[in-house]
Structure formats: C-alpha cells, structure tokens
C-alpha cells in the first residue's frame, strides 16, 4: 500500500523533510537569542542612562577598551574645548536620517590628558573635500556631561576605514587614531555629549539610544517554530494524496480490464 514511498522520489522528498526540521529549530533559536540579547541590551541601556553620572576618569583611562557594560554610562568631565584639533566624522545620520557628520573635539582636563567628545551632528555642506562649517565650541573652562562610548571598529559597526581623506576627516570614533594627531595622552573611548546643549541647536545633540524596541525577532523564532510542525503535518497531507491517487489510478485500470474482458452480448434473433 506504502511501497510508492521507497521510490527515488519519495526518498529524496522524505530525506529533505528530515533534513529542514533541525534546520528551522535551529533557526528559531537563532532569532530567540537575538531576542534575548536585544532585551538584555534595552536593559542595560535603561540601567546605564538611568543611573548617577561619575567622572569620566573613574570609568575609562588612556588606552583602556571601555567594555559594554559601561556603553552609555552618565559622566562628566571639566576641560578646556581644543577647537584647532576639532575633526568631523563622515557619512553620519541626524536623528531624522539626514546625511552629514559627526563633530569631534579634544576636551583638555588640568593634568593634559585628553578625552574625545562628540559634539554631534552637523549638516554636509556639498562639498565632501571641504572642511565644513563648525559653530564654535564654549571657550574656556567647563564641565559638560554625556554618554560614554567605546572606539568604534570597522569589524563592529561595517564602517570601513578608507584612506586618503581630507584633512580633518575620519571615518571612524577612536580615541587611539585622535591620541595620533593630538601628540598628547588620551582617554580611551569618546562621550557623547548631552550637556551644555548649543543654543542654536547646532551641532545637534544625538538622541538617547532606543530603550523599547526589541524587534521582530521572538515572531520570527515562533515563525520558524511553526515551519517545523507544518514539515511533518505536509509530508502526511502528500502521502495521502499519494496514496489516494494511487488508488483510484489502479480502480480504474481494473475496470478497464474488467471491461475488456467481459463476453459480447448475443446479436437479437
């Protein structure tokens, strides 16, 4: 009755039903990690954000690699703005996705060491080889407060670290390639900075990350989760049919032959 199913073809179709429901488990699990670790993220965030900002230099020092459980820590830093050492960052987005740049510039403490800070964001100006126009920092001494962040790589954020520049250009946020230009010590990582916020509104300030989207991500597991049970459910829905046409091809050949078969009926007297 079920011999059609050690047929070439039904043995291809059953090895690959077998071979796709590890496939789609895996797969679902993969996206409820990714759910996880967007949830775990947001609470760190919220966490971070929410708790009592500390002096840059309790979190970070020269040449230290701030780690992720202090990305968007509170800190505040009293300095000197070097606006002759004030470089941009290109192809940045404002918080409504228009394109221009970062603006970066060295805060010098009282011992001389340097923190990077990023001023914001600022319009591009047409001319990508011009060095655009940068409203003026405050002058003298101040403390500013803002979000600490890590170096940015290219390996983290798919950024690649072109060449050939213009002057005053960067691609990437590193406190190590900045400690390069400003032949001085330099704090590892940057902040973000959140306060003084510019009168004018330029540069402006970036907004705090996103604490309450966690993604489509457990929809997709619970997608995938439901492709595994739908694999066993169709093979049988197949087999049937299978099995039904089968059937009915082989009732009907045997009245066909019956029909054959059958003696002619007597010519009328």
Request: charged share 20%; glycine share 8%; aromatic share 6%.
């Given at each position: 009755?079920?011999?059609?199913?050690?047929?070439?073809?039904?043995?291809?179709?059953?090895?690959?039903?077998?071979?796709?429901?590890?496939?789609?488990?895996e797969l679902g699990f993969w996206q409820l990690h990714r759910h996880e670790r967007?949830?775990?993220?947001?609470?760190?965030?919220?966490?971070?954000?929410?708790?009592?900002?500390?002096?840059?230099?309790?979190?970070?020092?020269?040449?230290?690699?701030?780690?992720?459980?202090?990305?968007?820590?509170?800190?505040?830093?009293?300095?000197?703005?070097?606006?002759?050492?004030?470089?941009?960052?290109?192809?940045?987005?404002?918080?409504?996705?228009?394109?221009?740049?970062?603006?970066?510039?060295?805060?010098?403490?009282?011992?001389?060491?340097?923190?990077?800070?990023?001023?914001?964001?600022?319009?591009?100006?047409?001319?990508?080889?011009?060095?655009?126009?940068?409203?003026?920092?405050?002058?003298?001494?101040?403390?500013?407060?803002?979000?600490?962040?890590?170096?940015?790589?290219?390996?983290?954020?798919?950024?690649?670290?072109?060449?050939?520049?213009?002057?005053?250009?960067?691609?990437?946020?590193?406190?190590?390639?900045?400690?390069?230009?400003?032949?001085?010590?330099?704090?590892?990582?940057?902040?973000?900075?959140?306060?003084?916020?510019?009168?004018?509104?330029?540069?402006?300030?970036?907004?705090?990350?996103?604490?309450?989207?966690?993604?489509?991500?457990?929809?997709?597991?619970?997608?995938?989760?439901?492709?595994?049970?739908?694999?066993?459910?169709?093979?049988?829905?197949?087999?049937?049919?299978?099995?039904?046409?089968?059937?009915?091809?082989?009732?009907?050949?045997?009245?066909?032959?019956?029909?054959?078969?059958?003696?002619?009926?007597?010519?009328?007297?």
């Amino acid at each position: 009755m079920y011999r059609f199913l050690l047929s070439r073809q039904w043995v291809i179709l059953t090895l690959l039903a077998l071979a796709l429901i590890p496939a789609m488990i895996e797969l679902g699990f993969w996206q409820l990690h990714r759910h996880e670790r967007k949830v775990a993220q947001n609470s760190l965030i919220s966490a971070n954000l929410a708790a009592k900002p500390v002096p840059v230099t309790e979190l970070t020092s020269p040449g230290h690699s701030v780690p992720r459980a202090d990305y968007w820590r509170g800190v505040t830093v009293t300095g000197t703005f070097d606006p002759e050492h004030e470089v941009v960052v290109r192809r940045r987005t404002s918080n409504d996705d228009r394109v221009g740049y970062h603006v970066l510039i060295p805060l010098i403490m009282k011992d001389g060491r340097a923190v990077i800070v990023n001023r914001g964001w600022i319009p591009a100006n047409g001319d990508q080889h011009a060095f655009p126009s940068i409203p003026a920092p405050p002058e003298g001494e101040v403390t500013i407060a803002g979000r600490l962040k890590a170096d940015e790589t290219s390996a983290v954020t798919g950024i690649r670290d072109v060449g050939d520049l213009p002057p005053r250009q960067v691609m990437l946020i590193s406190s190590r390639q900045q400690q390069e230009e400003l032949g001085r010590t330099v704090l590892g990582g940057y902040v973000e900075l959140t306060s003084p916020v510019p009168a004018d509104g330029s540069p402006q300030p970036i907004r705090n990350p996103d604490d309450s989207s966690i993604g489509p991500h457990m929809a997709y597991a619970v997608q995938w989760w439901l492709f595994v049970a739908a694999v066993p459910v169709g093979w049988g829905i197949l087999v049937r049919n299978e099995k039904r046409d089968r059937a009915a091809a082989a009732a009907a050949k045997s009245a066909e032959e019956t029909d054959a078969g059958a003696e002619p009926e007597p010519a009328n007297a």
